[in-house]
């Protein structure tokens, strides 16, 4: 694989960002002061993670977000200092903030996730059309949405990005997945609690969960579908073929962001020129790289294209 040429544009949009804030503490325990290390912090939110891991694999994909009050400016300096390119949108209400904190004791995470501040109609709507006067070939549109903003609007951005040729990935939960199923994207990364909500029923085994993911590209949810399996890797499934991507073993010290870094390495993957099942692989071992990193790193280049390998040698 070339690991520099990128040929195709990547953009990202995110909704609800948020600045990430990440500490240590000995013990958490109710009522006591929990004495925390000095905070770090990294910018957050699903599309701009997605950004963020396209850059670390050596792509570019750059990110469109709300951005608002203090906080806004914030996460602006953030992502300035990490060289991406950014596309603000301004918005009234604050970007929320975010909390991890890692129990040393214990070595348990605690993720404290905030709602974000509602969007005024005319501050959604400006987003659409922002995005409509952009040109690019994949649009990867992940995370939730804030107050405010309907729950279809997935499905909103899936009708204006098929009448332009643009390819859709969305990763997301709750009604704005079921809304942007049923308009029909190019991918969807739901992991399997996701896909049981799509199907209705419960995936009891392996062949259910296969039945499910072909009846979903069935019906136009996706041209592609991507199963997150957690540890367990990816099922990749498209109207005529399925495969398992199983992730490789690592030592696992966050699993913070490695959602995120998937979708980043399928999507750089494919915008390189790799076929989908190849995209996969390599979003794959960009899940695992980030679970190597602490706090709310996300993957990193070359644990990246070692596991790929790796993958690839184990899997052919």
């Given at each position: ?263 980043g390495g399928i999507v750089l993957g494919l915008a390189r020129g790799l076929s989908v099942l190849e995209a996969v692989r390599f979003g794959v071992a960009a899940g695992a790289a980030a679970v190597m990193t602490p706090g709310t790193e996300l993957c990193r280049r070359e644990d990246t294209e070692q596991l790929y390998t790796r993958t690839r040698q184990e899997q052919d």
């Amino acid at each position: 694989m070339n690991t520099n040429a990128q040929t195709s544009r990547i953009l990202s949009l995110t909704m609800n960002p948020s600045v990430d804030e990440s500490s240590r503490t000995d013990r958490v325990v109710p009522d006591d002061k929990l004495r925390c290390s000095a905070p770090e912090r990294e910018p957050g939110g699903g599309g701009i993670n997605v950004s963020r891991a396209v850059a670390k694999l050596g792509g570019s994909a750059p990110a469109f977000f709300t951005a608002g009050g203090p906080p806004g400016e914030v996460l602006q300096t953030l992502l300035a200092a990490e060289g991406l390119e950014r596309h603000p949108l301004a918005v009234d209400g604050w970007t929320r903030s975010n909390l991890t904190v890692l129990e040393e004791s214990a070595e348990q995470q605690f993720r404290f996730v905030f709602p974000g501040a509602a969007l005024a109609e005319t501050e959604w709507q400006r987003c659409l059309g922002e995005l409509e006067d952009q040109h690019t070939n994949y649009l990867v549109a992940s995370g939730s949405l804030p107050p405010g903003v309907p729950e279809d609007f997935y499905a909103r951005l899936a009708e204006r990005s098929a009448e332009r040729g643009v390819k859709l990935i969305v990763d997301t939960s709750g009604a704005p997945l079921e809304h942007a199923a049923r308009a029909g994207v190019y991918l969807l990364k739901p992991n399997i609690r996701e896909l049981q909500q799509l199907a209705g029923a419960s995936v009891e085994d392996e062949e259910g969960l296969e039945h499910f993911a072909y009846r979903l590209v069935a019906r136009g949810a996706c041209d592609v579908l991507v199963v997150s399996l957690g540890a367990g890797g990816a099922l990749l499934v498209t109207d005529d073929s399925h495969h398992y991507v199983r992730s490789p073993t690592v030592p696992i010290k966050s699993k913070v962001g490695a959602g995120d870094s998937m979708v980043g390495g399928i999507v750089l993957g494919l915008a390189r020129g790799l076929s989908v099942l190849e995209a996969v692989r390599f979003g794959v071992a960009a899940g695992a790289a980030a679970v190597m990193t602490p706090g709310t790193e996300l993957c990193r280049r070359e644990d990246t294209e070692q596991l790929y390998t790796r993958t690839r040698q184990e899997q052919d």
